[in-house]
């Protein structure tokens, strides 16, 4: 049973961060060098950088 736990506590925050980055590269309203710094931020931060971009960094699109 820890095996499935260790793999959750890898594979969660590698998904949230691959989602993550892949709203990065869609948001149309991020210039390029904004995007490279989220990414960048999402990759050092998994899952606390995938946060910060959600709540500070994702524009609000109407």
């Not at 820890?2 to 949230?16: I, K, T, Y």
């Not at 149309?28 to 960048?40: C, E, G, H």
Request: net charge positive; glycine share 4%.
């Amino acid at each position: 049973m820890s095996q499935f736990v260790l793999m959750g506590l890898f594979f969660f925050p590698l998904v949230v961060s691959v989602l993550t980055i892949k709203d990065v590269f869609e948001n149309s309203l991020l210039d390029n060098s904004k995007k490279l710094m989220w990414i960048a931020t999402i990759i050092l931060l998994p899952l606390l950088g995938a946060i910060i971009y959600f709540f500070f960094g994702k524009s609000k699109q109407l």
